[in-house]
């Protein structure tokens, strides 16, 4: 795992390129690790999640059995772990190739999802005998819709990466060479006119909405708009607006996103 932070963004790679990034204990559980890290970090507003060589992640390494699946980490150096939708900063992928079986499933746990336009994508698992995992069944279907998710998970069918982007599993698909780069942008995109405490907070929304119904989500955003325009990154930002200058934020994640979701 290569971990750096530059400029607002945290730049996560997936380091096994002679392996294609197999999916290890050992490997998900720095990357858990990796996430957590950036979550408490208030000079990260935007990760960026990719894989070193030509695949982003070719599913899990059986080359020891089942083992590939399970992670090998009891939390006991105290780092905590998490999944990208726990992150409360926004996470894009950039699936620079292969994204097979955990490659994908992983991937779908991310917001935003750019990807390079020959890559294999493949919910591979009924073809040996598991099932996706790492809630597929609940948010494939809400992204692409029940009849073609179930296509791709109960066929376990190869598809482009051009195609993942025709049917909305990625936001768009790109040359393999340009997938890093377009991500990049994207993030510094967001860390320069978004402030990190709206960001964090329209995300975690985001993913409650994957739950919620519309009069519970509408009562949610009213709770958190009434708290939130209160707060001096919201007079910064229409301040801003008006004299046509780039926002200076000053909120800070740790200190208030929590309490407004709360409110």
């Not at 002679?18 to 690790?33: C, F, V």
């Not at 900063?89 to 917001?111: E, Q, R, W, Y």
């Not at 009434?226 to 046509?244: K, N």
């Amino acid at each position: 795992m290569l971990y750096e932070v530059s400029d607002g963004i945290a730049k996560i790679t997936l380091n096994r390129p002679d392996q294609m990034n197999a999916w290890t204990g050992e490997l998900s559980d720095e990357l858990q690790a990796r996430l957590g890290e950036a979550d408490r970090d208030d000079e990260v507003v935007v990760v960026v999640i990719t894989g070193a060589g030509k695949a982003f992640c070719a599913g899990a390494d059986l080359g020891d059995g089942e083992s590939g699946f399970l992670p090998v980490s009891a939390d006991d150096d105290g780092r905590p772990r998490l999944w990208p939708y726990q992150v409360r900063k926004p996470i894009i992928a950039a699936v620079n190739g292969h994204a097979v079986g955990v490659g994908i499933t992983f991937s779908m746990l991310c917001d935003v999802r750019l990807v390079a336009e020959d890559a294999k994508i493949q919910y591979a698992m009924v073809r040996r005998g598991v099932v996706p995992e790492l809630a597929s069944h609940v948010i494939l279907p809400r992204v692409i819709g029940f009849s073609k998710a179930a296509e791709l998970m109960l066929t376990g069918r190869m598809l482009s990466g051009a195609e993942a982007a025709e049917l909305g599993l990625a936001s768009r698909a790109v040359p393999a060479d340009q997938v890093l780069t377009e991500a990049m942008a994207l993030a510094a995109d967001m860390v320069r006119d978004a402030s990190p405490v709206a960001l964090a907070v329209s995300k975690q929304l985001l993913w409650q909405g994957v739950t919620a119904g519309v009069d519970e989500m509408l009562s949610r955003e009213g709770r958190v708009i009434g708290s939130i325009a209160r707060m001096p990154d919201a007079v910064e930002g229409v301040t801003a607006f008006f004299e046509r200058r780039d926002a200076v934020w000053s909120g800070s994640v740790n200190e208030s996103a929590d309490d407004l979701l709360e409110c």
